[in-house]
């Protein structure tokens, strides 16, 4: 089993600055990558950024410029540093996780929620 506890995220007005991390544990051997999704009321859930084991990093364009992924690998745990939020990154996000060899599966987290409001 693989849990992954998410914290960080709350309320911030437009323009803020948020950083939400992602600690994993449990049967996490073998990982191919970390991630964020989020998903706004009555949308599909999106990819927002993630990361590999050797660092290579992939962000929607969205938020390309705006929000940075990174992760320490000795502590299994992955940030997502959130700067000029806009109202349109209010969502929940959620932490993923991947492992070798079966790519298609992703592990998720419980999700936080995120509001970006004057």
């Known amino acids: 089993q693989v849990q992954l506890v998410e914290s960080g995220g709350g309320l911030v007005q437009p323009g803020g600055s948020l950083r939400l991390s992602c600690t994993a544990s449990?049967?996490?051997?073998?990982?191919?990558?970390m991630g964020w999704s989020r998903q706004a009321p009555e949308k599909e859930r999106e990819l927002v950024a993630a990361i590999t084991t050797g660092g290579v990093t992939t962000y929607a364009d969205s938020v390309k410029g705006r929000f940075t992924i990174s992760r320490d690998n000795a502590k299994n745990t992955v940030y997502l540093e959130m700067n000029t939020l806009k109202p349109e990154d209010t969502a929940v996000y959620y932490c993923?996780?991947?492992?070798?060899?079966?790519?298609?599966?992703?592990?998720w987290g419980q999700g936080t929620q995120v509001t970006v409001s004057s």
């Open positions: 449990g049967s996490i051997s073998r990982i191919y990558d």
């Open positions: 993923y996780l991947r492992k070798m060899p079966i790519l298609t599966y992703k592990y």
